[in-house]
């Protein structure tokens, strides 16, 4: 709740409500070409910086892969624009976007933040994206949600754990925060390692439950867009 974290947030939430209320007077080529924008700035993100931190001698293969939440929401979201069959993804990262998103603004940690401006100013950016783009697609492109999202994404998230946990134990990382908790005040974190881990799965369940209700809002309620 700092000066700084008050401006970042209210900027990035600025822009991202603009986005989604200009889509809505956009014709169906130029929401396209904004989420192929939106899509080819995660591409340059997710291949530029660890090939930057790899130059400067900071890659760590325990914290530099994209193994986060984020870090696979923004790998999806950088190709999902390009893809003709989006849908199990969409159903996906909807929920790890917006959720992995919020998180990351509300309780910031640049695990691979180096001092510079460049990386300060790319994890607003990127994580604003990996949180608007689903939204994006949900209210301006005719993208919905499928019956059985809930299910398949608290599933395909628990592959994932299964996946990353081990993994975290061989390299010594914490991917996703399974190995020892977040170092912020983050509300969703009780207690100790595994106990938290726990109530990460209880969590995910309300809000997977929160986002597939919220997303029966739309915006043409309030803004009417162009035929």
Request: charged share 10%; hydrophobic share 50%.
């Amino acid at each position: 709740m700092s000066d700084e974290w008050v401006r970042n947030n209210l900027i990035a939430l600025a822009l991202m409500l603009v986005t989604l209320v200009v889509g809505r007077f956009l014709n169906k080529k130029q929401n396209t070409s904004v989420l192929y924008f939106m899509g080819a700035i995660l591409v340059f993100s997710t291949i530029y910086s660890p090939f930057r931190s790899y130059l400067a001698g900071d890659w760590d293969i325990a914290a530099d892969l994209p193994l986060h939440l984020c870090g696979i929401s923004g790998i999806i979201c950088a190709v999902l624009p390009f893809l003709k069959r989006k849908q199990a993804l969409f159903d996906f990262v909807f929920y790890t976007g917006i959720i992995g998103g919020v998180m990351s603004m509300l309780t910031p940690q640049m695990n691979s933040y180096d001092g510079s401006q460049f990386a300060y100013v790319e994890y607003y950016v990127r994580h604003s994206i990996i949180l608007v783009m689903p939204i994006y697609m949900l209210q301006n492109c005719g993208m919905e949600l499928s019956k059985k999202s809930i299910l398949k994404t608290f599933i395909n998230l628990n592959i994932l754990l299964a996946i990353v946990m081990p993994f975290n134990f061989y390299v010594g990382g914490n991917y996703m925060y399974l190995a020892e908790p977040p170092q912020v005040k983050n509300p969703l974190v009780i207690g100790e390692w595994p106990y938290y881990v726990f109530w990460f799965e209880v969590f995910m369940i309300l809000l997977l439950v929160l986002l597939f209700y919220l997303s029966k809002i739309r915006l043409n309620q309030i803004f009417k867009p162009t035929v």
